[in-house]
């Protein structure tokens, strides 16, 4: 009865969340089994989690590096690096998105942001409209995979596992798919025969490659002076911080202090410095301090502005996952979740099998409901099937949500296809066009993440 008035309601056009929590509601009245208050009891508790405070904070720091001319400057450095390569523009947009990652946690905000600046220019370049949305796309699917993840942080909340071995289970895979969109890039300018977007300039190379080597050595260089010299922890960062800025006023580098943003929150997540809620604040602690104070490219009006967008966005969000914990716990209640666990028990106990039988319907559903209620709905029915079969939690988190970043380029829900339509000027037929290609190389990261759970799980094991 509850998943029939769920269905009703979906049906009706109702969104999602009023469909949750209406659906309960309705089905509480109808039985009289429990008082109509327990709706409002659950929904409370359902975000009354520590955990969850790093959504806002997150979107917080997002945002903040949006509109602080951050996605300029990544843009600047990933052109400097990558630019000269055949199909140069569409291996910028990859490695583009890869960084910006590592700041927004969110697809859309990836693909609003970087996307506006990527698109402009592959448009300006004579590259086709529709590659450059296509390539776009596939690339935003990178914001919730490499740390930070809001959908990482939702599913370690429902699924009780810790957010940080998630954000770490994120790093290699991210990086597999950021090389095989570029192999794909590769391949489109070999066929269509491009050539390189900006002349080759060994001197900005080599500035480019100097800001990655510090990128990489700062932290093992921290890590030395800590474990092995006897360094105290806390002045050490703070002195390696310091250095960071010196460096960067004296080589005036594009973008060294955004890119360690990613290197910061892991670093500090893995030594146990933080936790990721912590980390979270200290994201929009680090954004704040390079948008007023070392570029000076925001304002108070921008900030609060900026506060207002972040509060709408985490109030949408808060409300799918309040409403998704009455229905989840009515799923449970009713036992529906066991029911669906023996069927599909009593169908196999391979677990190769139901991997393959869960990502179809992942895909399937990725493409109606948005990422953070799918989420909800499904960590209660499939995570225990997955867990009787042995799948590692950690390992299924991932496979979950890759499988609904792709559905959000599906019709008939995708939001990044809404996005890019509007941002390109393309319409929804063309952009979802556009975009079908591209999931060749998104569904064979799918098949590869799904079964070979040692790339996933090796960082975490290591740290956790």
Not at 58 to 71: D, K, P, R, S, V
Not at 146 to 160: D, E, K, Q, T, W
Not at 161 to 187: E, K
Not at 432 to 455: C, E, F, Q, R
Request: charged share 10%.
């Amino acid at each position: 009865m509850l998943k029939i008035f769920f269905l009703i309601f979906m049906a009706g056009g109702i969104p999602v969340a009023i469909a949750m929590a209406g659906a309960s509601l309705v089905y509480i009245l109808m039985s009289g089994s429990l008082p109509p208050f327990v709706v409002i009891h659950r929904m409370v508790s359902g975000i009354d989690s520590f955990p969850l405070l790093a959504v806002p904070f997150f979107i917080l720091a997002g945002n903040l590096m949006n509109n602080a001319g951050i996605t300029t400057r990544i843009y600047n450095f990933a052109l400097a690096l990558v630019g000269w390569l055949k199909g140069g523009l569409g291996h910028v947009n990859v490695l583009g998105s890869v960084i910006f990652a590592g700041m927004s946690g969110t697809a859309i905000a990836d693909a609003a942001g970087l996307g506006t600046i990527e698109i402009k220019a592959m448009k300006e370049h004579g590259y086709a409209t529709e590659f450059a949305v296509g390539v776009t796309a596939a690339s935003a699917t990178l914001g919730p995979i490499i740390p930070p993840s809001l959908p990482f942080v939702i599913y370690g909340m429902m699924a009780n596992v810790s957010v940080g071995a998630l954000f770490l289970a994120g790093i290699l895979p991210g990086a597999m798919m950021a090389l095989l969109m570029m192999f794909t890039v590769g391949w489109y300018a070999h066929r269509n025969k491009w050539g390189g977007d900006v002349k080759f300039s060994g001197t900005r190379l080599f500035k480019a490659l100097c800001e990655l080597a510090v990128v990489i050595g700062w932290p093992l260089l921290l890590w030395v002076a800590v474990t092995r010299l006897g360094a105290p922890a806390q002045i050490t960062v703070f002195v390696g911080l310091a250095l960071l800025f010196v460096l960067d006023r004296i080589f005036a580098f594009e973008a060294l202090l955004p890119i360690m943003t990613p290197v910061l929150l892991i670093g500090g997540m893995s030594t146990g410095l933080f936790t990721p809620t912590e980390g979270a604040i200290a994201a929009c602690v680090w954004a704040m301090i390079l948008g007023f104070a070392w570029y000076r490219t925001l304002s108070w009006k921008m900030f609060v502005k900026v506060c207002l967008d972040t509060i709408e966005t985490t109030s949408t969000v808060l409300f799918i996952v309040a409403a998704a914990s009455i229905f989840g716990w009515m799923l449970t209640a009713t036992g529906v979740t066991t029911d669906i666990a023996n069927w599909v028990l009593g169908f196999t106990k391979e677990a190769w099998v139901f991997l393959l039988l869960a990502n179809l319907l992942m895909l399937f559903v990725g493409c109606f409901l948005e990422p953070t209620a799918a989420i909800t709905i499904l960590v209660p029915i499939l995570l225990p099937i997955a867990t009787q079969l042995g799948v590692d939690p950690i390992h299924f988190g991932l496979v979950m949500v890759l499988n609904l970043m792709i559905g959000l380029l599906h019709p008939p829900m995708g939001m990044v296809l809404f996005v890019l339509a509007r941002v390109a000027g393309l319409s929804f037929e063309r952009t979802t066009m556009a975009i079908l290609p591209w999931l060749v190389p998104l569904l064979l990261s799918l098949v590869i993440i799904t079964y070979m759970p040692k790339l996933v799980l090796w960082l975490p094991k290591m740290f956790f």
